[in-house]
Nanobody
Framework: QVQLVESGGGLVQAGGSLRLSCAASGSSFNTNAMGWYRQAPGKQRELVATITRGGDTNYANSVKGRFTISRDNAKNTVNLLMNSLKPEDTAVYYC??????????WGQGTQVTVSS
């Protein structure tokens, strides 16, 4: 089992920045990819960004150039720096951890609200 704890959500004005953090504990030694998904009201959950243990990243087109994902393998943490936030970025953001057999663990989620 892997436990994921997110922090850093909140309310920000459009154009502002937020930094999300996620710490993994438990059986996280075989974690491969970590990352973030989000779900806005009335919409399906969608990928935001992922990063592998080796540092390869993948971003949704909607956040490329604005969001940066990073991780610390030694600490089992993943961060998401979100710049130039837009109202359409408003959502609950979920941290994920995916192991070597592609099983995905999910965090509880943290709310990000961007006001116009």
């Amino acid at each position: 089992q892997v436990q994921l704890v997110e922090s850093g959500g909140g309310l920000v004005q459009a154009g502002g920045s937020l930094r999300l953090s996620c710490a993994a504990s438990g059986s996280s030694f075989n974690t491969n990819a970590m990352g973030w998904y989000r779900q806005a009201p009335g919409k399906q959950r969608e990928l935001v960004a992922t990063i592998t243990r080796g540092g390869d990243t993948n971003y949704a087109n909607s956040v490329k150039g604005r969001f940066t994902i990073s991780r610390d393998n030694a600490k089992n943490t993943v961060n998401l720096l979100m710049n130039s936030l837009k109202p359409e970025d408003t959502a609950v953001y979920y941290c994920i951890s995916r192991n070597a057999i592609n099983y995905t663990y999910w965090g509880q989620g943290t709310q990000v609200t961007v006001s116009s």
